[in-house]
C-alpha cells in the first residue's frame, strides 16, 4: 500500500470505470469519513447483530446485504437497541448498505453520534464485494518503482533493465516499430497482486507513454504510432537485463536451467542479454518472449534439445558421424 493512509472518503472520492464502478454514497456519520481502512476485506455482521461478538472482525468494512437488512428491522421492531449501541462501539471503518437499502431513523441516529459512515450502494451484495475486494486489493498491494522500461512482446510483459544509456529505449522503441506495445519508460511501477502476480505501469501514467531518446529528445509513443502502440498496465512475466558484452564475462549459451529474479516476493523468470555492435535485439527479444511463451506451455527448447543430444550419444551415433574439417575451423 502507498505511504497515505487510505481513508472512507478516500473510497468514495475513487475514479473508477466500468466494471469496478461501486456507486457509493453517504447517507450518515459524515463526520467519520476520515476513519482509515486498515484491512483489504470485509465482514458480513450477522453473528454481531444477534449479539456474538468474539472474535467480531470490527476493523474491516461492514456489509449488509438483505439478510442483515432484515434481521436489522427484526431486532429494532423488538426493541433490541442495545445490541446495536454495542456494535458501533467498536471503531468501524465504514458500514454499506447493497441494493439501495436505507435502514432506519434510529439505527442512522446511533451511527450519527458514533461517527461511523454508513454508505449505501445500488449493486447486489456479491457484486458489490467482487469489486470491493477487487479494489482494495489494487490499492493494499504491496509496491516499488523501478528503473527500466516495460512493453508487451508478442502477449508476454517484458521489463527490461539495465545501466543508463545501455540502449533500453531505443530498443523498445524498435519493438514499437515492430507492432509490440509499450507500457511505461524510464520509471515502472510494480505491484504484487494477489501474492503471486506482478503488475507493472508508469509510476506517472500522464508520462508513462513518454519516450527519451537520446539525441532526438522527448517523443510521445501514442501520438507517433497511434493508441494500439501502447497499453495502461501488463502483468511482468520476464525480466531481461541488457549489459554491455565482455570478454570476461559468460553469458548462458544453452539455456538449459531457467533463471529467475525476485520482485516483491515473486519469482520472475529471468535472462541476461549481452549488448555488443551487430546484434539484432528487437529479434532476439521477440524470440525470448516466444520462447516463454513456449514454456508456459509445457515445452522447453534447451531441454528438448539436450535430451536429444543425449539420445544421440547413448545410440553411439556420435563416434560414427562424419562432421567434416570445416566443424574444427
Known sequence: MADKKFTVLDLLDLKLRGHDTLNLKCIAGRRGL????????????????SGFFESFAHARVQLFGRGEFSYLA????????????????YEIPCCVFTRNLTPD???LSIAERSGCPILQS?????????????????????RKTLHGVLVEVSGVGMLLSGESGVGKSETALELVQRGHRLV????????????????????????SHHMEIRGLGIINVAQLYGVGSIREQKEVQLVV????????????????ETKYTDLLGVKIPYIELP??????LPIILEAAAMNERLKSMGYFSAQDFNRNVLKWIEAGEAENEDFGSDCFY
Open 184 to 207: 511505461a519508460d524510464d520509471v515502472v511501477e510494480l505491484r504484487c497482486v494477489n501474492g503471486n502476480s506482478i503488475m507493472g505501469r508508469g509510476a506517472n501514467r500522464f508520462l
Open 275 to 280: 549488448i555488443r555492435p551487430g546484434r539484432n
Open 241 to 256: 537485463r541488457l549489459e554491455t558484452w565482455t570478454p570476461d564475462k559468460a553469458f548462458d549459451r544453452l539455456g538449459t
Open 34 to 49: 476520515s476513519r482509515v481502512l486498515t484491512i483489504p476485506d470485509i465482514n458480513r455482521p450477522g453473528l454481531a447483530l
Open 122 to 142: 445500488d449493486l447486489e451484495s456479491t457484486d458489490f464485494s467482487i469489486r470491493l475486494l477487487r479494489v482494495m486489493s489494487n490499492i493494499f498491494a504491496p
Open 105 to 107: 431513523e434510529a439505527f
Open 74 to 89: 427484526k431486532i429494532e421492531s423488538e426493541g433490541h437497541f442495545d445490541v446495536i449501541h454495542r456494535f458501533f462501539s
